[in-house]
Each structure stands twice: as C-alpha cells, then as structure tokens.
C-alpha cells in the first residue's frame, strides 16, 4: 500500500512510525513531514494546507490511502476532494469536519444527540455577548471563539474583567479574525479531563485507549495554554465501562445526530471529556487525532494501525476491536525556547541517537528539520519522548530519562508530566471521585 500522511508535527511522526511497521505499507509519504518522517518515509514539499498539490501529488503517486493528521486541511475539505477524485482518504469532510470548525455547530449536533456538555449562551455581537457577563459571576466562565482559532480561542475568565476582556479580544480586536465572529460563553466545568480517540468509518466506531493531556507550559498546569506538554495512556481509573459509557453516551449518538443531517463522520472522532460530579461531559470535538495523545497510545497499540485506517476509509469497521500491550505510556513533550509565545528555529538537537536507542523509548520529532547533517529545531514544540514501561512509574522515569540525553540551547520539559498517574495508579491519588468517570 502507498500512503500519505498530512502534516508535520509529533502526531505525524507517531503515524508514520506506527505504518512504517505495517506489513501493508509498500511507501510512506510525508507532507511536509519533519527531520523524524524524512528517516523512514520520503517527506515532499508539500504544506498540508495546499489541498490542489496534495491531490495532484495522491493522483500522480497512485497513493492508495491519505491519513490527514492536521485540522486546517480538514476543515477546508480536503477528503471531499480527494472523494471526488476517488482516492481513498482517512479523515472527516467538510461537513463533518464543522465539529471541530464551529463550536456551535458541535453545541447543537450534541443537543440533537442527547449529549451531556457544559450550559452556554451564542453571541454575534459584542454588545450581545458584553450583556451576557454579569459583574456577580458565577465565574470562572469560559469564552470560545466559534472556529479555528490554533489552539488559542478558548479563554477561562476568572472575574467580570478577564470575561469582558475575552469577548474584547474576540469582537473588537479581532484577534481571532473571522473565527471569533461568533462567540459562545459556557459555563466551567470542573473534574480531571480525558481524551478519548474514536476510529470512524461513517457508521462504525472503534475507540482506542483513553489519554490525558497536559495543556499548560509549566508544572502544576501554571501559565498560558500551549499545543500539549505531554500526555500518558491509559489513564488510571477510566476503565472499560468508562469507555463502554463514553460510547454509548457520546460517541454513537453524535455519529447518530450527524447521519440524520446526511453527515458520514469518518476518520478519527476525538472526545474531549471532562468527569464531573454530575457525570461525564463534552468539553469538546476535534476532528482529527489528538497531539500530543496519539503520541502516547500508538506506542501500547497491538493491532496494525494503517489496516484499521483503511478499514477506516472503506467502510470496514464493523465488529473490529484494537488491541493493546498491557503496559503504560508516558510522552513528554520538549518545547523551544519562548514557546508558547514564540519559537526559536536553528538550535542544534543534540542526544537523539543516543535517547532513540534506549529500549522502550521512541522519539518523536515535531518541530524538527535538518541543516548541515544537524536536527535543528523548527518551531515551538520540538520532540515527543515516549516511553513504554510496565506501570506509569516506570514508564515515567524512562521517558524523563531519554529527555535527560537530549540539549538543546532553551530547552523547556515539564518535569511533572504523569505524575498524577503514578500517584492514581499507587491509589494515592482518585482522578474520578464518586464513580464520576461513569
Ligand atoms: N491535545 C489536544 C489536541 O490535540 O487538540
């Protein structure tokens, strides 16, 4: 099989990798890729938002399946395209892919659904959305720019003032452009989040194993949102009945509401939950696999990861069922100096070969690119370090121990990535009180 990945990042490289070891693959293409993709697929120079090059690209290369990771490309169509022209393709179309793209579209597919998610107020104008916000709370309160806004269009207000500032920054600043045309004001929803990443093939839906993320740059979940400091899998406490729960609940009757508006989701469905002490809710959906979790539950996945997509693209997942070593993963995630708000690019790597060849560790490279026969950095998060061990302790110290061997100038890891699995796993610590996980 000839297969193309879209996208560049640490996500990329984890499917990648996972295909490289497929018996189907014949070729792995990358586009763009990164310094890791270039060392086991051929990377082309290729953006993954230039939909017309990666059509003439899939056509021209006879690629059998395209996986997309990214959700720019996918909200602007790229699978609508790529059906047009026949080529099989992993990942939702345009309409489906509006569970991501808006966030008030994914607020009525889960009303429609019978899906349990936070209270919120639409807003269009800033007058609207400014009398919406009263001085006596209750905050903390969320506000959400409706589209893509990378990652930075969902802001936690803690008083009147932060709140106003946010629908500020969405109406009058404009800093979201077109994304904060429309605003939502939601509710806060207190309780330990989880990931759940869910293979679509328009009716059918497999889930992979649950994953946490940590979303913020310093230990102790201190200081602004980035793209993900790290993550593990599984994830203590959320356990199959969870899982069952989180299907039947959430996954099935979305992919459900989505069909009775002639919607097919295909690809991968990802849940965004958060156990509360009214139960599980939806904090949201992404479109896509999740960064930095595909990093650390393709490393347990035991079943063959591109035959699942392309069972995926066909159609074919029926009865299918993953399956997963029975050990622990910890991923954590080395950043460039000033991320998140800004990135430093041609700081030499150095330590990779040396942190790569430790058994049960695989590097993952994001923002990466080679120059001179030197890995440079590239962009705001640089690697995802994974590690595999036989509970989250040893998996934890694996990982920071690989991080240790790798430098480079500005470096910044989280130095409490898992933490709070190993303390879950050690009955220290309960992230779902009270049976919330469901
Ligand atoms: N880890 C969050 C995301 O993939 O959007």
Same mark, same amino acid.
């Given at each position: 099989?000839?297969? &193309?990945?879209? %996208? ?19 070729r792995i @293409? ?26 003439? @690209? ?13 959700? !720019?490309p ?7 395209? +790529? ?10 179309n345009r309409d489906? !892919?509006?569970?991501? %793209?808006?966030?008030? +579209?994914?607020k ?5 659904? %019978?899906?349990?998610?936070?209270? #919120? ?6 007058e609207? *959305? ?12 969320? /506000?959400k ?5 990378a990652?930075k269009g ?5 008083d ?15 800093? +979201?452009?077109?994304?904060?045309d ?5 509710? +806060?929803?207190?309780?330990?989040e ?8 328009g ?13 913020r ?13 790290g993550? #593990? ?5 959320f ?10 609940h959430? *996954? ?7 069909r009775?508006?002639? /919607? ?10 958060i ?5 599980v ?5 992404n479109?896509?696999f %999740?960064?930095?979790e ?28 993953a ?6 993963? /910890? ?7 000033? #991320? ?5 690019k ?16 695989t590097?993952y ?12 950095? *590239?962009?705001g ?6 590690? &595999?061990g036989n509970?989250f ?5 694996? !990982?920071?121990?690989?991080v ?8 910044q ?19 779902f009180p ?5």
């Open positions: 099989m000839r297969v &193309l990945v879209v %996208g560049g990042g640490g996500r990329e490289h984890a499917l990648v990798h996972s295909f490289a070891q497929s018996t189907l693959a014949d @293409f990358c586009a763009p890729g990164n310094a890791g993709t270039a060392a086991i697929a051929d990377n082309i120079g290729v953006g993954a938002e230039d939909l017309p090059a990666l059509l003439d @690209f899939a056509s021209r290369e006879q690629v059998d399946l395209t996986v997309v990771g990214p959700e !720019a996918l909200v602007a169509g790229i699978c609508d395209l +790529f059906d047009e022209h026949g080529l099989a393709v992993f990942g939702p489906a !892919a509006r569970l991501e %793209g808006s966030k008030v +579209f994914a009525e597919v889960m009303r429609e659904g %019978g899906v349990t998610t936070g209270e #919120y107020s639409r807003h269009e104008t800033f609207s *959305a400014l009398a919406a916000l009263s001085p006596d709370g209750p905050y903390p309160l969320v /506000v720019a409706d589209g893509l806004a990652g969902v802001i936690i207000c803690h009147h003032a932060e709140a106003k500032a946010a629908v500020e920054s969405c109406f009058v600043a404009r800093d +979201f452009g077109a994304a904060g429309v605003v939502i004001i939601e509710e +806060f929803l207190a309780g330990s989880v990931s759940l990443l869910v293979l679509c093939d009716r059918n839906a497999v889930p992979l194993a649950p994953a946490q993320d940590y979303k740059i310093f230990a102790g979940d201190q200081g602004p949102n980035t793209g993900g400091m993550s #593990y899998c599984p994830v203590p406490g356990e199959q009945k969870a899982i069952d729960a989180a299907m039947e959430v *996954a099935e009757p979305v992919i459900a509401a989505l009775k508006r002639d /919607v097919a989701f295909r690809g991968v469905l990802y849940a965004g939950l156990a509360t002490q009214a139960g809710k939806v904090l949201e959906f479109c896509r %999740g960064d930095p595909t990093q650390a539950v393709l490393p347990r996945l035991d079943s063959d990861l591109l035959e699942l997509c392309a069972a995926g693209a066909s159609g074919e997942l029926a009865g299918v069922k399956a997963w070593k029975p050990r622990e993963c /910890v991923t954590v995630v080395m950043a460039s100096a000033g #991320y998140p708000a800004s990135s430093h041609g700081d030499v790597i150095s330590g990779l070969a040396a942190a790569d060849a430790m058994d049960d560790v590097v490279h994001a923002g990466t690119a080679q120059r001179n026969g030197d890995v440079v950095t *590239a962009g998060r640089v690697l995802a370090v994974s590690a &595999l509970g302790a040893a998996a934890r110290q694996r !990982a920071y121990e690989a240790r061997k790798i430098s480079f100038d500005g470096a890891a989280r130095p409490d990535i898992a933490e709070r699995a190993v303390k879950a796993a050690a009955g220290e610590l309960d992230l009270s049976g919330s996980a469901g």
